[in-house]
């Protein structure tokens, strides 16, 4: 086991610290700078006015009773959402650890060699506690050595906590699923549905239904109200983590290698796949409809909260006069909001697609496919179109959730129209980042992973831009700089040909390299 | 006329040097087997000819023409990899057609045979197939394939005894149909039953090319004598290597080139048992090494 264990370590350490470096640089570097920009409590309860709306309970969840201290403050706006990137972490880890492993029988050699089921399964728990343990450790250390008033050791213990304890949560989770479904592609895309729609379902009911709200992990970790009440006992849940590694490993000890708890095998007549488009949707199928039924719940649960927006503008004066007559504005702007960040969202598919034929490169499919006399240009572009459609598609069914969702509410005043038009102004977004991944996979085989951290600093450019108001120089960087946040604005045509140009040129560029590139 | 031409293909990874000046040809209607032990270069060799990498310099020509100034001529080849890697969640059958479709072949009575022949099951999925089962989804692509120049990398390495005939009576009907055909392989009984002629590789280098009878001088006999007498003179005689005796049986090895002189002096002896082992590739590269270590 000793063995066993040191082995995965070796395998997964660089990923394993990479994770940790940037959620702790991420998390740590918040306390400062939130210290920086909001000095005095004065300060931080004019930020909290603001922040009292649904828009915002929405995203970071519902704001504390009391003094909006610096503490509380941290804990508000970054513990939930760190919390997907936690828990990412702890799924990429665990499946690389369990099903990919099985799948690529790996497993196998090692059970076969003296290993027991025992010590492979006791290795995937350890180093799913021991990175865990690490994180909160290198949290809890750091957030411990601002020392500001309002961040106590209880709090930092407590935020530090709860990390290790959603991050476990989600790791056994993960190989809980592993032993569930037939494939770490299954496996990875089920516990990422589950990651991504509790913080949806969470933002839609800590709006619209707040006791209903306490079903998603993400609400615990509100509920511990951190560096104020310190509610410990909402740590306890998080012991369904380690249920879910016992379930596992009930599971796992008497499973066939290979086999899984629920099959999917569907007995289908065979398909004629008569060229090289059709295969690659035929590999990319499952992914691309699993993503677009998630965008358009997505969209949905958005939508869903947008009624609550009124009637909550309805009782408040502040908002009502920030908003302009009739309170529209506000309704409007945040819809505007939340198009940016499902747009962000919208992204991964088509990053996704294309990383599939990275994958096809990998197992050597290319190669063969080659001497078929596919070129090179066809390979790319079949994965680009289908990267292109599936971008479209994440968009347009996301905006189409949002609309359907709010049809009852009064007064918005958006028609379906109106989604329409957003879905058109973001797409040269998709083109953007399809250009990029193309261009990326062009060049090197390796360099794919670069497209993926700027879909992140894409994300935190306009999440914390929201929040903090962060400067417009960070903007510059992303699409959405340049092109006009619809609905509140018109779309700016020259802006969208200007973005989606600079996509299409990637693109191309991406086509001429990749033909002749060497494969890997 | 050659099929097939490679015009000193050199292939460098960063500092690494996969293959050096590799030169061979193959001609029309032919077996050309390419052999020589893991790492010395047969894949990357293949992978340029496919045109996976391009090489660093050289030129590899197709039918007397560049292929660089023929984009489409993989149409005229069909390709086995060494490790055939197939798409888990098509069934083999899927496979099978999808190639059939791409290189515009509808001879189902065809794919009928050989999937009969090669016994493959093609409705179950990829991913639940042997390396051997998906070894013979690749073969039978590739000899339903209209292209005239078959490149198979290690074929029959998942295949068992009865299937490998399959293998070599279809290798040399498609020979028959006037194709050429380059067999990468370590097994040389293998290459030695298909080939007409061979290259041998090793450390990114061609170091013999030419008919088998002609290279038989490079190769080494294994035998394995009993006897009650003591052989240790035959040990001692130029071009046998190798050899033990332990009790009754005496064990060596011979250069071809000297089998002759090595069974003239063994009839002097009372002989109880007689057996010949077929010629490893490793006796060839032995060879080679011995002659490379006593030069040093």
């Not at chain 1, 369990?98 to 399964?121: A, C, H, Q, W, Y």
């Not at chain 1, 629920?262 to 690659?280: P, W």
């Not at chain 2, 009907?173 to 990468?184: F, H, P, T, V, W």
Request: aromatic fraction near 10%; proline fraction near 3%; charged fraction near 20%.
């Amino acid at each position: 086991m000793r063995h066993y264990l040191r082995l995965s370590l070796k395998d997964t350490r660089f990923r394993i610290f990479w994770w940790i470096f940037g959620i702790a640089s991420l998390t740590l570097m918040m306390p400062p700078s939130f210290h920086e920009l909001y000095p005095t409590q004065a300060d931080r309860d004019v930020l909290k006015a603001t922040m009292e709306n649904p828009a915002v309970i929405a995203m970071t969840g519902p704001i504390q009773e009391g003094d909006y201290t610096l503490g509380v403050m941290f804990s508000h706006e970054m513990a939930v959402f760190m919390a997907i990137v936690v828990g990412l972490f702890n799924v990429m880890i665990a499946n690389s650890l369990s099903r990919r492993k099985e799948d690529d029988g790996l497993l196998e050699v090692v059970l076969s060699r003296n290993i027991t089921r025992g010590g492979v399964f006791a290795a995937q728990i350890l180093l799913g506690l021991l990175m865990n343990a690490i994180l909160a450790l290198v949290l809890f250390a750091g957030l411990q050595s601002f020392g500001y008033e309002s961040m106590d050791t209880a709090g930092n213990f407590l935020y530090a906590a709860h990390t290790f304890g959603f991050g476990l949560f989600f790791y056994g989770l993960t190989l809980l699923a592993a032993q569930l479904l037939p494939s770490a592609d299954w496996v990875f895309g089920i516990v990422l549905t589950v990651l991504l729609l509790g913080y949806a379902y969470r933002a839609a009911t800590d709006v619209a239904a707040p006791h209903l709200s306490v079903i998603s992990p993400y609400n615990w970790i509100s509920r511990l109200s951190l560096y104020s009440e310190n509610e410990a006992i909402w740590l306890v849940p998080f012991i369904l983590g380690p249920v879910f590694l016992l379930a596992a490993w009930l599971l796992f000890r008497n499973r066939d290698l290979g086999d899984s708890v629920i099959r999917l095998q569907m007995n289908r007549r065979s398909r004629n796949i008569g060229s090289h488009l059709r295969l690659a949707f035929t590999l990319s199928r499952t992914l691309i409809i699993s993503w677009l039924a998630g965008m358009l719940l997505i969209g949905a649960s958005y939508g869903s909260i947008l009624g609550d927006l009124e009637s909550f503008i309805g009782d408040n004066e502040m908002l009502r006069q920030m908003a302009g007559e009739g309170g529209n504005g506000l309704t409007v702007q945040f819809v505007g909001t939340l198009m940016v960040i499902v747009t962000i969202i919208g992204l991964a598919p088509p990053l996704m697609v294309m990383g599939r034929l990275l994958k096809e490169e990998r197992r050597t499919h290319l190669e063969y496919l080659g001497t078929l006399d596919i070129r090179r240009m066809k390979m790319m572009g079949d994965y680009v179109i289908l990267a292109l459609a599936a971008g479209f598609l994440s968009l347009f069914l996301a905006n189409a959730g949002m609309y359907a969702a709010s049809l009852g509410v009064e007064g918005i005043g958006l028609t379906f129209g109106d989604y329409t038009v957003s879905a058109f102004n973001y797409f040269p977004a998709v083109l953007l980042f399809t250009g990029l991944s193309a261009f990326l996979i062009g060049l090197h085989h390796r360099l794919h992973v670069l497209v993926w951290l700027y879909l992140l600093y894409n994300f935190f450019v306009s999440y914390l831009g929201q929040l903090l108001g962060l400067d417009d120089i960070y903007r510059v960087l992303t699409p959405f700089h340049y092109l006009n946040e619809t609905p509140n604005e018109a779309a700016d045509l020259l802006a969208c040909l200007a973005v989606g140009g600079t996509g299409v040129v990637l693109m191309v560029l991406g086509l001429i390299l990749f033909r002749r590139r060497d494969l890997a | 006329m050659s099929v097939l031409e490679l015009k000193g293909i050199t292939k460098r990874f960063g500092k690494f040097t996969a293959v050096e000046e590799v030169s061979f040809e193959i001609r029309e209607g032919e077996v050309f087997g390419f052999i020589g032990p893991n790492g010395a270069g047969k894949s990357t060799t293949i992978r340029a000819i496919i045109g996976a990498i391009s090489p660093t310099s050289g030129e590899v020509r197709l039918h007397g023409k560049p292929v660089t100034a023929q984009p489409d001529y993989r149409k005229h080849i069909a390709y086995v990899p060494g490790d055939v890697q197939l798409w888990p969640n098509l069934t083999g059958g899927e496979v099978i057609r999808f190639f059939m479709e791409m290189s515009g072949n509808a001879d189902t009575e065809k794919m009928e045979t050989l999937i009969r022949e090669f016994r493959l099951d093609p409705k179950k999925k990829c991913k639940t197939y042997s390396k051997g089962n998906r070894q013979k989804v690749a073969l039978i692509s590739a000899f339903l394939s209209d292209a005239d120049l078959l490149i198979f990398d290690e074929p029959t390495t998942g295949l068992d005894p009865l299937m490998e005939r399959t293998f070599h009576r279809h290798v040399l009907s498609a020979k028959s149909e006037g194709k050429s055909i380059l067999l990468s392989s370590h097994i040389l009984s293998e290459v030695e039953k298909l080939a007409d002629r061979i290259a041998i590789i090793r450390e990114g280098k061609i170091i013999e090319t030419g008919r088998f009878s002609e290279l038989k001088h490079i190769t080494r006999v294994h035998y394995l004598v009993r006897t009650p007498e003591d052989l240790a003179a035959v040990g001692r005689m130029e071009g046998v290597h190798e050899f033990r005796q332990e009790g009754g049986e005496a064990e060596f090895l011979v250069d071809a080139d000297r089998v002759k002189d090595v069974l003239a002096a063994l009839k002097r002896y009372e002989l109880e048992g007689l057996e010949t082992l077929p010629p490893k590739l490793e006796d060839i590269f032995m060879r080679y090494y011995d002659a490379g270590s006593g030069a040093s």
